[in-house]
């Protein structure tokens, strides 16, 4: 069974850090990028950060130098440093496995991250 599960959202102040995490299970993630989408009210669902099976990162230009992704091949998790967050970081942070071959694609469920003072 496919499973894509995201942890740890929550509520910070701004300026504050939080870490996400993701577990995918069920497929062979190591065959897939593995990232971070974000979807904000009345917003498209846009990415926020993804690293390939080979360890290249993209990362959206609003989070570079503030977010960190990071893969565990042998655990088949992927994770989100989040450092110096901002109230526009607020979102429904959502995982994504991809494989690019074939455009297999499998979606968490969603974690909400709120910024807020």
């Known amino acids: 069974q496919v499973r894509v599960v995201e942890s740890g959202g929550g509520l910070v102040q701004p300026g504050g850090s939080l870490r996400l995490d993701c577990a995918a299970s069920?497929?062979?993630?190591?065959?897939?990028?593995l990232g971070w989408y974000r979807h904000q009210p009345l917003w498209q669902r846009e990415l926020v950060a993804d690293?390939?099976?080979?360890?290249?990162?993209r990362y959206a230009d609003s989070v570079k130098g503030r977010f960190f992704i990071s893969r565990d091949y042998t655990k088949g998790t992927v994770s989100l440093q989040m450092n110096n967050l901002r109230a526009e970081d607020t979102a429904v942070y959502y995982c994504?496995?991809?494989?690019?071959?074939?455009?297999?694609?499998?979606w968490g469920h969603g974690t909400q991250v709120t910024v807020s003072s």
């Open positions: 690293m390939n099976s080979h360890n290249t990162s």
């Open positions: 069920g497929f062979d993630s190591t065959l897939f990028r």
């Open positions: 994504n496995a991809f494989r690019e071959r074939d455009a297999e694609s499998y």
